[in-house]
């Protein structure tokens, strides 16, 4: 099956910094990603959709200017979460759209001082 | 508003016995259908699928049934084991495009 990686898998940083994870696809390409944000014991929350070349749609309720994404490329889409506080930590996932099928990364746990 | 719902928050079985998961949804247009098996701090894995074409798949241990008429699937794992113990999230795509998930039944599978 299709492989999406991400980077960094844990991340512990102070408040006010801002933090970048990146989610590769390793054997295809991605036109398409998407970024999820799961809480404890609830499901994975759609935070916004990554489309290469241009800007990415975010889900009602997330804040762009907080979560900025990036798809520079076919087999990249970045995620940077700017003046992080602690209640952003939580594991955020990104997964591609590969052959009709959803692929999840591994995931990124994200915790903020 | 919650599309996919899984009202099963938790299930216990025994192993070798036949678990059964199952998942509602609201939305008449979804025309694809997965689930996916979580661990604690990892992403969730596919596990399963099935189009709105058919209204059985198979895959080893694992069979997703449809029922279009009731909005309702459902997950078999027989026999059940203890490396089964998981959560497991149902989803709902139209076309294939964006996924809208349940909100998980955790699976204990008692050895």
């Known amino acids: 099956g299709a492989v999406v990686s991400q980077h960094p898998s844990w991340v512990i940083c102070k408040s006010g910094t801002s933090v970048k994870i990146e989610c590769r696809s390793l054997?295809?390409?991605?036109?398409?990603m998407f970024w999820y944000r799961q809480f404890p014991k609830q499901s994975l929350m759609l935070m916004a959709t990554s489309n290469e070349g241009s800007k990415a749609t975010y889900e009602q309720g997330v804040e762009k200017d907080k979560f900025l994404i990036n798809h520079a490329s076919l087999t990249l889409s970045t995620l940077t979460v700017t003046s992080a506080h602690p209640e952003d930590s939580s594991f955020y996932i990104c997964?591609?759209?590969?052959?009709?099928?959803?692929?999840f990364g591994p995931g990124t746990r994200l915790t903020v001082l | 508003d919650q599309q996919v719902k899984q009202n099963s928050p938790s299930l216990s079985v025994q192993e070798g016995r036949i678990s059964i998961l199952n998942c509602d949804y609201t939305n008449s247009m979804f025309d694809y259908f997965l689930w996916y098996k979580k661990y604690p701090a990892e992403g969730p894995t596919f596990l399963i699928s099935i189009s709105s074409i058919k209204d059985k798949n198979e895959d080893g241990r694992f069979t997703v049934f449809l029922n279009k008429s009731a909005k309702h699937l459902s997950l078999h794992i027989v026999p059940s084991q203890p490396g089964d113990s998981a959560v497991y999230f149902c989803a709902a795509s139209i076309t294939g495009n964006q996924f809208y998930f349940g909100t998980g039944t955790s699976l204990t599978v008692i050895p």
């Open positions: 997964s591609a759209l590969p052959y009709n099928e959803q692929f």
């Open positions: 054997d295809f390409q991605a036109t398409t």
